[in-house]
């Protein structure tokens, strides 16, 4: 489950006995950006002319 703002202390207590991962605004920026790094590295190497 995703959420740009936050979860309360029951609806992580409650997802964890469902094993449902929460990702909260911060975590989401977080992964976003890594994704982003991720993609410029592979950019880079596949066309080093254009960057």
């Known amino acids: 489950m995703i959420t740009t703002c936050s979860f309360t202390p029951a609806a992580r207590q409650y997802s ?3 094993g ?3 990702i909260d605004g911060v975590r989401l920026v977080e992964l976003w950006l890594s994704g982003l790094v991720s993609v410029e590295q592979e950019i880079k190497e596949l066309l ?3 960057v």
């Open 20 to 22: 449902i991962e929460l």
């Open 16 to 18: 964890e006995g469902l």
């Open 48 to 50: 080093p002319e254009y």
